[in-house]
């Protein structure tokens, strides 16, 4: 008989490979930094994200605006944004 693999093996592989690992448990708001997994099987987890910044420059009537904005892979989050005269 083969043996079930742990729920999380691939992620606890990654992670033995050196990949950051994020935790989301029912009681957090969000991913947040693992640091040393405890592989809980009722936890989720998830190599983390490299978020990217993109700048927006965008023109509204007489205003021009630039926006700067981060995507995790999976949200994306309001950081900046600046008047351009």
């Given at each position: ?41 009722g936890a989720s987890y998830r ?39």
């Amino acid at each position: 008989m083969k043996p079930i693999p742990h729920k999380h093996a691939d992620l606890i592989k990654a992670w033995a490979d050196g990949a950051e690992i994020e935790v989301m448990h029912a009681w957090s708001r969000g991913w947040v930094d693992a640091g040393t997994p405890s592989w809980d099987e009722g936890a989720s987890y998830r190599v983390k994200q490299k978020i990217s910044q993109v700048k927006v420059d965008t023109r509204l009537s007489c205003l021009q605006l630039k926006f700067t904005i981060e995507n995790d892979g999976v949200m994306y989050k309001f950081i900046d944004v600046e008047l351009v005269k």
